[in-house]
């Protein structure tokens, strides 16, 4: 089933209620003229096609370190443990904002140095990871914005201490080419909410994302000139339930390999996250206790990835 998922012009002077009817309908848009270049794009899908493809062995000499920065394995990751019978169809690899071994933010779980891999086999790696990451965040930061404008709290998340520091993951994907099977718990990616605050996905052209809309699973095309961009269950948090964040998966309907970059940026760890106060009323008071973006995040990771906090670090060489 495919239904028309909504589209937010970034260059729009009516971009901030573009998006508040997308998040209180569907909760999924499709984001244009965002200005993120196709060429920096198109070099991140050649750079992860590239490390992809090599074998599991050279995979692994930068394997997911505690910090959960580098590569994760096949089906290490589990979204839906009540319905799937084995871990997603899926392997990945982290990047993250770096923080230096020797920094303060050391003692807070999730900040840490990223790990590349081998410079001499995969030369232009790092650079274009690095590259796509910063221009990812300042999206993600002029994003985060419009979503407080459209919530009705505009200039809340310009002060100091929210996004100075985001916890900003960008997640390079690569699906196996092997069918899913809905009735024997075999995904893609099982079914989920996105924990966090906003994801900006990039796809190709191969489909498979779906979301659940009005109670039925809807396919969600792939576009080229556009960002599939959904709300997580922060931002469900900041507008007190007004804004939805969507169940969805991905279906591998068509037995071909899929590649995607999604890139959750979320605000500094110890960002108190609580309704707007556009939100509530005393008709409507607050429905969701008070938490912080950083512990939301690590009771989730302990649910769905099985090698949170027991991967020791790679060698020293790799952390850069």
């Given at each position: 089933m495919v239904v028309a998922i909504p589209e937010v012009d970034f260059s729009s002077p009516n971009a901030a209620e573009q998006l508040r009817v997308a998040c209180t309908q569907v909760g999924f848009f499709y984001l244009v003229h965002h200005g993120i270049p196709d060429t920096l794009k198109s070099q991140v899908y050649k750079e992860m096609a590239t490390f992809f493809s090599q074998p599991v062995e050279e995979?692994?000499?930068?394997?997911?370190?505690?910090?959960?920065?580098?590569?994760?394995?096949?089906?290490?990751e589990t979204l839906d443990p009540s319905v799937q019978t084995r871990g997603d169809t899926k392997e990945g690899y982290y990047i993250c904002r770096h923080v230096p071994l020797d920094s303060e933010e050391m003692q807070l779980p999730l900040h840490g140095p990223n790990v590349f891999p081998d410079k001499?086999?995969?030369p232009t790696f790092q650079e274009t990871m690095e590259k796509y990451h910063v221009a990812m965040c300042e999206l993600g930061f002029?994003?985060?914005?419009?979503?407080?404008?459209?919530?009705?709290?505009?200039?809340?998340?310009?002060?100091?201490?929210?996004?100075?520091?985001?916890?900003?993951?960008?997640?390079?994907?690569?699906?196996?080419?092997?069918?899913s099977d809905v009735d024997a718990g075999v995904f893609g990616?099982?079914?989920?909410?996105?924990?966090?605050?906003?994801?900006?996905?990039?796809?190709?052209?191969?489909?498979?994302?779906?979301?659940?809309h009005e109670g039925k699973w809807i396919d969600v095309p792939p576009r080229e000139d556009a960002f599939v961009v959904n709300i997580g269950d922060m931002a469900e948090r900041f507008t007190n339930g007004a804004f939805k964040s969507t169940l969805h998966r991905v279906v591998n309907v068509s037995g071909k390999e899929r590649f995607s970059v999604p890139f959750f940026y979320e605000p500094n760890f110890t960002c108190q996250v609580k309704?707007?106060?556009?939100?509530?009323?005393?008709?409507n008071p607050?429905?969701?206790?008070?938490?912080?973006?950083?512990?939301?995040?690590?009771?989730?990771?302990?649910?769905?990835?099985?090698?949170?906090?027991?991967?020791?670090?790679?060698?020293?060489?790799?952390?850069?």
């Open positions: 995979k692994q000499k930068v394997l997911a370190n505690k910090y959960m920065r580098g590569y994760t394995l096949m089906n290490e001499i086999k995969f002029n994003v985060a914005k419009l979503f407080a404008e459209a919530a009705g709290a505009k200039g809340s998340f310009d002060g100091p201490g929210l996004f100075d520091k985001p916890m900003a993951a960008l997640r390079l994907l690569h699906y196996a080419p092997e069918k990616a099982g079914a989920h909410t996105d924990y966090g605050l906003i994801t900006l996905l990039s796809t190709d052209a191969t489909g498979g994302l779906q979301i659940l309704c707007f106060p556009s939100c509530v009323s005393e008709e607050a429905k969701y206790p008070m938490t912080t973006s950083g512990q939301h995040l690590v009771d989730m990771y302990k649910i769905t990835h099985a090698s949170f906090e027991t991967q020791s670090p790679t060698a020293t060489d790799n952390v850069v």
